[in-house]
């Protein structure tokens, strides 16, 4: 055996971070032919690459004790399987969700004996050469290296670069190569991050072909002094003797600048000096380029490093990017994939980047570890702030007898911590986009903090040091103060003492139905100057395709898991936009306007790009456009416009929208009013009614249509009209779940169900058991005029095991086309501190499955998640209106609405409900919102031969409780006072 208990392997010896890896360095790829370097990152594309990726033979073993040398000579009992992939993706073990918890007992630094291994092979040939380097850009957890049947090395750390010479195990002709893949080491324990815990060699596996000399390392360090001159230190590590030229070539690729030097191995410096350089931003991301040629008596290798100027401070606690204020409008980022898991491709990199972009989003913190080289190039391209984060979680330890604060104080751990900041400062030390580096994540905080933040303050240029996890245990180890999901308000307070600026390194957290508040967070982003900004949590959701369904924890049968908390992102895990996705949009649009007295002002949140932007105005009166606009604008970089107001109101209820272009591509909007609808009392047609009674009904005759109410269950229980009956009288949702008791008619409607974001509020309600509610009568009065009938029905809201919640009177008024409700109750009890909702709900049949309102829309929206959303006149399928979230929950909500129809499109009849007091939401589904309960995946979820509708006099805010703050106090119904709303019902025939 390869191993034995005799002693420690190397995954259990917390002494051995590597055995024989070269040491880290600037990640490049060096080309034969300086013509076809188009990236400084993708080794596929280097012309002195051999790419190892493709098909490996794999044998996996429950333990790697097991292991014995012929294993790793022999090919009996290996299967076929593609590099780069994860174990989890390829069917060697199922997917496994964690997000707090070690997947392994929680004794550090031991790992268990019993680890799961993959021994790995792969053929090629080559020709023997001095110098032939391999490179793994990512191999989790820990791995050891076996070439042509002798040991070459051991390497851990999960999502850094680990490379080693290969050249002396090398022979001409065939050659084999063998990894051991180790699933866990003692580096697990800083690779306990919220996430699927993949194993495999998830990232590119290469040779690099290398003449007698070539360069090893490369720093370039540009930077601008107060005269706006720029200078570029160069640090060149040479290994042989060879002529090197540098050649250095502006934003627009023309050379301006060449030096040449002769290096003897070691160390060489040398600088450029430039006269007013250009500046890279997020916004104007401009790069230059060294290119380094190094030529020996054997060839001659080339390197082309983009590079940018920038500044980065701290001036009385305020951030200042090349000297501006600027703020993050970020995004946390996970390497997720349905299919691939953490495998992540060039395409898929390329898409997140250019989805980014195309949502706003200015900055990108990689959480919790370093992404593919690939993805910072990209960043540097496209124009993205990077908060690059060093593989450094050890979220676990909350639940160890030491507790937090146990591996950042031990100084067992001091170099694990030390060497995962050095290897990604080292690693991506090049990239203008970075501009913070981050020790990690909730992994607490102490002297191994600190000594791994001054080990790299004295390397770091141009960007600050990042740490969150200090508030439970102080140390200065981070040169800002961040947080995870404070409020505004929270933020606030720290702000007026804080000598270093503020960031929020996650808020407003995505899961499911939400986040709302977004408004609230950008307005203070942009009004509280030592606010850097934030990153949302966070970009996609994680989940795993198998058998064509998504899939989260507990889907295989882990022991240990973490069920849907993965689900938490503004993208599906196809990258589809979810609704959050286009809120975030227009949250974070570069333009925000204002109406001021008769005019409107345009704030400009770029700071240094200037623009053309296409402003498209559209006067809506009463839902519907009348006047559309088009005016194009040069937005200064930094500055205001204020141009006269282009429309005023007509009369009716009129609303002024804007929307955004540029480049063609929408990039905003907004909607203010010009003038409000004042709401009055309904008035109702007169016309001579009749009706009958019986001792278990009265049957009011109106115009056109025929309104039942029920004296048993005291609801109206039918409306027919047209031909049409509009109440469904074979409901299919449980009113009441004590007992078997299917209502007809309305009820009122209390509680909402499964929302993600409801997570922790969800249980006080249920204490309350506002999600059973029944409605006990206590009187009755019936009013007969000549013209309607009004019926006044006094209960108690109650429910089983509970005392009574509240009192409520609902008064139907009968009248010659439909029916007029309205709606009251009255607390009955101190201890209730807030409802979700106030409304009241009843079945249609299934055939009215098509919906018009005039409200906010077209997609779903609440009253803290309105940035996206406009009020207009729209038309969805019942079946449209919510997202299809992975795990079922009770979306599709309208706010703001005046009026909605149900429409029966084969009929053509169908059933208006206006609002007869302030506009209110609705809600409509063919679903048992229950079942949002129980029901773990969208694709279990059953329809009912029903549509069921909410009309809500009164809704409550979203928030992010699912792992942030309650929806903010504005936006929740309190349940301390009264609460009426009323609306009308009027059948229809198109």
């Known amino acids: 055996m390869i191993f034995s208990y005799d002693k420690k392997p190397f995954w259990q010896d917390l002494d051995v971070l590597h055995i024989n890896r070269l040491p880290p360095r600037a990640f490049f790829v060096p080309y034969r032919d300086a013509n076809k370097a188009i990236s400084n990152a993708l080794p596929q594309a280097s012309d002195c690459v051999t790419m190892l990726d493709g098909e490996w033979e794999y044998k996996y073993f429950r333990s790697a004790m097991y292991i014995a040398e012929e294993d790793i000579y022999s090919s009996e009992g290996y299967a076929v399987t593609e590099i780069p992939s994860c174990w989890q993706a390829q069917g060697i073990e199922p997917p496994v969700y964690i997000n707090v918890a ?27 050469e001095k110098n032939c380097m391999i490179t793994f850009l990512g191999v989790s957890a820990a791995f050891s290296l076996y070439a042509n049947g002798k040991f070459v090395g051991y390497s851990e750390g999960s999502h850094y670069v680990s490379e080693f010479d290969l050249s002396p195990f090398l022979k001409d002709g065939e050659n084999t190569l063998a990894v051991l893949c180790y699933k866990w080491c003692n580096g697990s324990y800083f690779e306990c991050q919220d996430m699927f815990r993949n194993n495999g060699i998830f990232r590119s596996v290469f040779l690099t072909h290398l003449p007698e000399a070539y360069l090893y390392d490369l720093l370039v360090k540009p930077v601008t002094d107060e005269k706006k001159r720029g200078r570029v230190y160069i640090k060149l590590n040479v290994c042989g003797t060879a002529e090197i030229k540098l050649t250095l070539t502006d934003c627009d690729g023309a050379e301006i600048a060449s030096k040449h030097l002769t290096a003897e191995g070691g160390i060489s410096r040398c600088f450029f000096t430039l006269d007013k350089p250009r500046l890279w931003s997020a916004e104007i991301p401009e790069l230059y380029r060294l290119e380094v040629t190094v030529k020996s008596a054997d060839g001659e290798r080339t390197v082309r490093q983009p590079f940018g100027f920038k500044t980065v401070e701290v001036k009385k606690g305020v951030f200042l990017f090349n000297g501006k204020p600027i703020k993050l409008y970020g995004v946390n980022h996970h390497d997720t994939h349905p299919d691939r898991l953490s495998a992540l491709n060039k395409e898929d990199m390329e898409k997140d980047v250019s989805l980014m972009k195309s949502l706003n989003i200015n900055a990108v913190r990689f959480s919790h570890y370093p992404p593919h080289p690939y993805m910072l190039e990209l960043c540097d391209k ?5 908060v690059d984060e060093a593989d450094a979680e050890c979220h676990g330890e909350l639940f160890m007898k030491e507790g937090k604060n146990y591996f950042s104080n031990d100084p067992a751990w001091k170099q694990t911590l030390a060497e995962r900041a050095d290897r990604l400062f080292e690693r991506d030390k090049n990239h203008a986009s970075v501009i913070m580096w981050s020790l990690g994540n909730e992994s607490g905080a102490g002297a191994n903090h600190i000594y791994a933040y001054k080990r790299l303050k004295r390397k770091i240029f141009n960007s600050l040091v990042h740490y969150e996890d200090t508030h439970s245990f102080p140390c200065d180890v981070s040169d800002v103060k961040s947080f995870m999901y404070s409020t505004p308000d929270d933020l606030s307070k720290i702000a007026k003492n804080s000598d270093k600026p503020i960031f929020l390194c996650e808020y407003a957290h995505c899961m499911g139905v939400g986040p709302g508040g977004l408004k609230e967070y950008l307005e203070f982003f942009d009004s509280e100057k030592k606010m850097m900004g934030g990153c949302i949590w966070e970009w996609a959701e994680h989940a795993v395709r198998q058998g064509g369904k998504l899939k989260y924890g507990g889907d295989n049968g882990e022991y240990i898991h973490d069920g849907n908390f993965c689900v938490d992102g503004m993208m599906s895990p196809d990258r589809e936009l979810t609704p959050s996705a286009y809120e975030v949009k227009n949250a974070y649009r570069p333009i925000k306007a204002e109406i001021v007295g008769n005019a409107i002002r345009f704030r400009n949140r770029n700071l240094f790009v200037s623009s053309s932007i296409k402003a498209v105005f559209t006067l809506v009166s009463d839902g519907s456009p009348v006047v559309v606009k088009e005016e194009n604008f040069r937005f200064d970089a930094g500055r205001d416009k204020v141009i006269p107001l282009p429309f005023c109101g007509d009369g009716g209820e009129c609303f002024i929208n804007i929307d955004y272009y540029e480049n063609g591509s929408p990039i905003g909007s907004e909607q203010f ?27 009011f005759f109106g115009k056109d249509v025929t309104v039942v109410f029920d004296k048993i269950t005291n609801t109206v229980s039918s409306i027919k009209a047209f031909g049409s009956e509009f109440i469904n009288q074979y409901p299919q949702i449980n009113r009441y779940t004590a007992y078997s008791s299917y209502l007809k008619g309305f009820t009122y409607n209390l509680c909402r169900y499964g929302i993600d974001n409801d997570r922790y509020k969800f249980a006080e309600w249920q204490k309350n058991r506002l999600d059973d509610i029944w409605n006990n009568v206590l009187s009755r009065e019936v009013i007969y005029g000549e013209d309607r009938i009004t019926i006044k029905v006094a209960s108690t809201v109650s429910a089983p095991k509970v005392s009574k919640l509240f009192t409520g009177e609902t008064v139907y008024t009968l009248y010659a086309g439909g029916v007029s409700v309205k709606a009251s109750i009255y607390p009955a009890r101190d201890d209730i501190e807030d409802i979700p909702r106030f409304g009241m709900k009843f079945e249609m049949p299934p055939s009215f499955d098509t919906v018009e309102y005039y409200g906010y829309g077209d997609r779903e929206n609440y009253p803290d998640f309105l940035e996206s959303a406009k009020i207009g006149v729209y038309t969805n399928k019942v079946s449209e209106l919510s997202y299809d979230y992975i795990k079922p929950q ?45 029901v773990k995946h969208n694709y279990e979820l059953v329809k009912k031969n029903t549509t069921l509708v909410s009309v809500d006099g009164f809704y409550g805010g979203i928030g992010s409780n699912s792992c942030g703050p309650l929806p903010f106090e504005r936006y929740r119904i309190k349940a301390d006072g009264p609460k009426t709303f009323s609306f009308r019902i009027i059948p229809e025939k198109r």
Do not use: W
Request: include cysteine; proline fraction near 8%.
């Open 382 to 386: 496209a124009g993205l702030y990077v």
């Open 890 to 934: 009770e979306g599709g909500e309208r706010v703001g609405v005046r009026y909605f129809r149900m429409i029966d499109e084969k009929s053509g009849v169908s059933l208006k409900i206006i609002s007869d007091s302030e506009p209110f939401a609705f809600y409509a589904t063919a679903f048992d919102p229950k079942d949002f309960l129980t």
């Open 673 to 699: 009013f010009l003038s409000k609808k004042k709401y009055v009392s309904a008035t109702t047609e007169k016309y001579k009614t009749e009706f009958t009674e019986t001792d278990s009904e009265i049957a």
């Open 102 to 128: 070690f997947p392994i007992p929680a004794d550090p630094p031991n790992v268990p004996y019993e680890n799961p291994c993959v021994i790995y092979r792969k053929k090629f040939s080559v020709k023997r």
